[in-house]
Structure formats: structure tokens, C-alpha cells
């Protein structure tokens, strides 16, 4: 059986870790060339050598266009191309919208929004010369959250940036749609990941019980692990899913079916 993603070479920002990380293994094991783009050099340069020729880290901060820039030729210097981004990448943020000062609002937009926003512009060269040659196309995936299509209180400032991502996106699909270049969003619920503590810390002060009430929120009874985000950008960013343009998929064991 061929590999889901034979041939094709993606960028993962955020990738060293959580649920970048999570993609960059599923991506490899289906065939996919992975350049991780993060902060954590650490991190990054470990998951990249543990995952072989196929995986390249560079160190990237994508609220700089600079930066993307710089990532974006990585990838292509070191897979000849690019096929699929994913806008993973982002900062928590759980209190109240009083505690909200000038510099934490910037920078909770900045990671969560303006940053997707700049590297999605800076692939765009890269994933059109890719889609003109390829009956599939190309891809750009964002992490969104499941704040992204609800909320809950004092996560404002947070959940205002993913409404906007998922603003970004569908402008994006309606726009790049002609060029054979589809555009979706995944929206996970709170994961265990690193930051599950930031994210959760706006439900209780105590994590054990922060989780018990979350999980008890969840209709199938289980908080969400990395790979279920993974599977879901994989099968977006996949052949199988050449139709489908435009949507914010949860992520989230039912949610939002109620």
C-alpha cells in the first residue's frame, strides 16, 4: 500500500514538540519529508535526528518574516520543495481579560495569529510552483483550537486569535482555491501536551482537577492525545481529502455536536 504522503515535503511549525512534533512523526511514517520549524533547538534538532534523512530542523520564529523566509528555503534547499505547511505554532494564554495588559495581548496575537499569517505568505511562492506542477496540489494546515469555534470563559484574548485563524483560513481556501491549493483547520481540544497546564489553569487552580472537570465535559469520556490531531492533518493534508477546502475540523471527542 502506498504511503499517504509519498513524495510530498511539509513544514511544521511548532514542530519539536506536542502536537507539532505529534505530526512531524505521522507525516515521516507515511512517506512525507518533514523540515521542523521551532524555537527549542534542543528539541527540534533531537526529533529531527530520531526521525532520520527524512526530517531536517531549522530554528525559526514565525512572527518574523525573516524568519519564515529562512525556513521556507530550508525546506526546499534540503526536499527540493514544498508541498504542504502547517501553521501549528502558538502560545497559550488562560485569566481573566482585566489581567490583560499592552504586551501580553500583543504577544498572544502575535503567536497565535500574525505569526501563521507571515508564514503563510512567506510559503506561498514555494506551495504555488508546487501546486502548478501536481494534480493533488498543495496544502496549508493550521492549528487552530477548539476556541477557534467556541469559547469559554478567560481565555479572550486566546480565543479571539483563533477565531481569527479561522478567519485567515477560509479566506485563504476561497482565495488560493483557483491555484490548486487547499486550506483547512484543525480544532483540537485541550491535549496533553506542554502547555495542557496554561490551557487548563483557566478552569481550576489545581491541574488533576482542572483535567477531571474537562474530561467529564468531553461526550466520549477521554481528553484528546497528540496523534488524534496528528491523524487529522495527515488525512487533511492527503489526497484522500483533495475536496476538501474551507473547513474547521474539531478535534474534540463530541464537544460540539450538542
Not at 527540534?44 to 525556513?71: K, P
Not at 488524534?228 to 460540539?256: H, K, Q, W, Y
Amino acid at each position: 500500500m502506498k504511503a499517504r504522503l509519498a513524495g510530498k515535503v511539509a513544514l511544521i511549525t511548532g514542530g519539536a514538540s506536542g502536537l507539532g512534533a505529534a505530526a512531524a512523526r505521522r507525516f515521516v511514517e507515511e512517506g512525507c519529508r518533514v523540515t521542523i520549524a521551532d524555537l527549542n533547538d534542543g528539541a527540534g534538532a533531537a526529533l529531527a535526528d530520531a526521525l532520520g534523512e527524512n526530517c531536517a530542523y531549522v530554528h525559526a520564529d514565525h512572527t518574523q518574516r525573516g524568519d519564515n523566509e529562512a525556513a521556507i528555503a530550508h525546506a526546499e534547499c534540503a526536499f527540493g520543495g514544498l508541498d504542504i505547511l502547517y501553521n501549528n505554532a502558538g502560545a497559550p494564554f488562560a485569566g481573566p481579560v482585566d489581567s490583560v495588559d499592552d504586551a501580553t495581548l500583543a504577544r498572544v496575537m502575535a503567536a497565535n495569529l500574525i505569526g501563521p499569517f507571515r508564514m503563510a505568505q512567506a510559503a506561498l511562492p514555494a506551495l504555488r510552483r508546487r501546486a502548478r506542477d501536481s494534480v493533488d496540489g498543495a496544502v496549508i494546515l493550521f492549528t487552530a483550537s477548539l476556541q477557534a469555534i467556541m469559547a469559554r470563559p478567560n481565555y479572550t484574548p486566546y480565543t479571539a486569535a483563533k477565531h481569527g485563524i479561522i478567519g485567515l483560513m477560509r479566506g485563504l481556501a476561497l482565495e488560493l482555491a483557483p491555484e490548486n491549493i487547499r486550506v483547512n483547520a484543525i480544532c483540537p481540544a485541550a491535549t496533553e501536551t506542554p502547555m495542557l497546564k496554561a490551557f487548563l489553569g483557566g478552569m481550576a487552580g489545581d491541574l488533576d482537577e482542572a483535567k477531571a472537570r474537562f474530561r467529564a465535559s468531553i461526550p466520549l469520556g477521554r481528553m484528546p492525545e497528540p496523534v488524534d490531531t496528528a491523524n487529522a492533518a495527515l488525512f487533511l493534508a492527503s489526497a484522500e481529502a483533495r475536496m476538501i477546502t474551507g473547513v474547521a475540523l474539531p478535534v474534540d471527542g463530541g464537544t460540539t455536536a450538542g
